[in-house]
């Protein structure tokens, strides 16, 4: 029985503990919660009842799946489902009006082929990349609301009626997502994508400035498993989709923080890119430093010095430049120093090891370029 | 006009392209749309509509919601959304029986807390990644059931006849579709995810092979731009997220083709963490043939050679795996034979450049383990 608390009790640290890494979890599933409650008035409150009926539920269904984590998510599928139902619905109403001029026998037959062919091309549009990537969930619903009003509409004669509440219903459940979504603790794509980033950067600067530590360390002192927060430019590697994700969604937000009118996502990606680059780069540096083969002792402690210095110095000018990034200020100077000086050590190894390995010279020839534009 | 018509004949075109590119994509499209002429048979045939009345529209949302590409996709959702349901529906009747103690005032105010408590403790469920990864769906679904049968129940006396409803149609829809993406042309993710990792090796042996002509082409005619098929490697570095989704959906398929049991997906993943690691190398590679910067005549005239036969074993050998997993045949002797040719081209380049550059022997070093365990 202990044990069975014990478990209990380590599972609800856990669960704390995520929470507490970032609140804004616990603050989202408020949120939803709210939302639901505020969503459920329709059908305790007897006027708001009488007026919109068992409709009431469109609203509720579409709380839930319209509530996302960032403004970017609830903007796009709030959109996408309020423009797909419009458009279907009157699609919809339009084909059952021409069915019913089919006779009682020809309609069904009418609709069935109406609802085969229009379902059949919005899920072969689907496949689409560009489609796929913004009017995914668009075309899920309109497939829906196609086939219920087409299919209804042969059942019932107050098809008008019930599209007014439908559409009337899903438009309030989705301004409520919106509103709450948007003026509730707002988590913004655009935000989440600009940190990440800045982190990434530093991540690799931290890479940097633990490289000269591990390569030069004696053999026996290397720990391959400690080292995490110098191993962590490991996630950049595979982070593409990621950023992919959140950018996605950031172009569907509007101004806000200090971009005015749209969030450059653009940009970002660029500079994610060359993140990446440099990424690829140091995980073949790392191959390195943990591979058996190593240089003769008379060349390392040649290089020593001035590798030492061109690393730190690179690590510090993408300190500077993850900084201001974070903070948005453009402090170019610094960071031109910085590189300026990982310059004059690049020309320092350089003279040293003439004719030797060139390999990590050349790595980090091909790096400074890269960190030069991403300030820009 | 003209202008108007050769657009639309060039969309047209590429449409059609799309489709031929993959005709899968049209097949899907096709059951999609048979499934969802089939399941408006609830709304067409008498009998059928009495029994189940509006709520045929249930089977219709489950369809569309359910038909995935995938079977994996297809059975995650389906089965998600069918036990969700039934959990959150006796919940649902629950909470409303417990409500009914309360009183007609206490009822409104007891439920709302319930749905808010729910609500949010179900969407914070959903960011520990391991439920994200495969109940993610059923949490949604889960608090939409039970939010709704909490809701409805305060107005409504039938709630046991309108939960028998809903869960027969959710029943009835899921059951076309699973039978439907299993039985008409299955795409089977676990097939995909072999097909990728075998077309994957080959991209690698394709650069493998092409690497020597540019590496030791004049400069003049190295064409940055025409390459395509050498390439190809670099979408492997970022496959991750793919892979990832495939084997997520793997491992919801049912034994099928040559996997009796379950899809191995752990392994194709080790596999294809090798093969990324793999293309890691080549992307730097990549750079040193780009770069400017290259190695003196006599010494590279001195190199050429072995190199040569160095990179086109190891692509053969590839190649040759490639193959093996593709037919599901394990010619091992083969594969180990292109090894042994190209580790002792490897020793002829090391006695080739003793005291120089080291770059590609070690790059090569480092590859020949990845192939021999992805070999196994």
Wanted: charged content about 20%.
């Amino acid at each position: 029985l202990s044990k069975l608390k014990d478990g209990v009790t380590k599972r609800i640290r856990n669960i704390q503990k995520f929470g507490k890494d970032d609140p804004r979890r616990i603050i989202h599933s408020i949120k939803v919660g709210f939302s639901l409650t505020l969503v459920s008035m329709l059908y305790y409150v007897r006027p708001l009842y009488n007026s919109f009926g068992v409709s009431g539920m469109w609203a509720i269904l579409t709380v839930v799946v319209v509530s996302e984590f960032t403004v970017g998510g609830t903007l796009s599928k709030g959109l996408n489902r309020g423009f797909a139902t419009l458009i279907a619905g009157a699609l919809g109403v339009g084909a059952v009006h021409l069915a019913r001029f089919c006779g009682h026998k020809g309609e069904p037959i009418v609709l069935g082929i109406l609802v085969f062919s229009l379902g059949a091309a919005a899920t072969f549009s689907r496949f689409f990349p560009r489609i796929k990537q913004r009017y995914d969930y668009g075309a899920l619903i309109f497939i829906l609301t196609f086939t219920m009003v087409a299919v209804s509409g042969y059942r019932t004669d107050e098809i008008l009626v019930m599209a007014y509440q439908r559409i009337s219903t899903i438009l309030i459940g989705g301004t409520i997502c919106i509103l709450v979504s948007i003026f509730v603790c707002p988590v913004w794509a655009g935000e989440d994508l600009h940190k990440m980033i800045a982190n990434n950067i530093n991540k690799l600067a931290n890479y940097l400035e633990g490289f000269e530590g591990e390569y030069f360390a004696l053999p026996e002192k290397i720990s391959k498993e400690t080292n995490s927060c110098v191993r962590e430019y490991k996630s950049i590697l595979t982070s593409k989709s990621t950023e992919d994700t959140l950018a996605n969604l950031a172009r569907w937000e509007p101004g806000h923080g200090r971009f005015r009118l749209r969030h450059p996502w653009k940009n970002y990606m660029k500079i994610a890119g060359l993140v990446r680059q440099c990424a690829f780069h140091f995980e073949i540096l790392n191959g390195y430093i943990l591979s058996d083969v190593k240089a003769p002792e008379d060349f390392i402690s040649k290089i020593q010095e001035p590798c030492s210095i061109m690393s730190r110095e690179a690590g510090e000018a993408l300190k500077a430049i993850a900084n201001s990034i974070k903070t948005m200020n453009n402090d170019s100077v610094c960071v031109n120093a910085h590189i300026e000086n990982s310059k004059k050590a690049i020309e320092n190894v350089k003279f040293a090891f003439k004719s030797s390995s060139t390999e990590t010279e050349k790595d980090l020839l091909e790096f400074i370029p890269g960190v030069t534009m991403a300030s820009i």
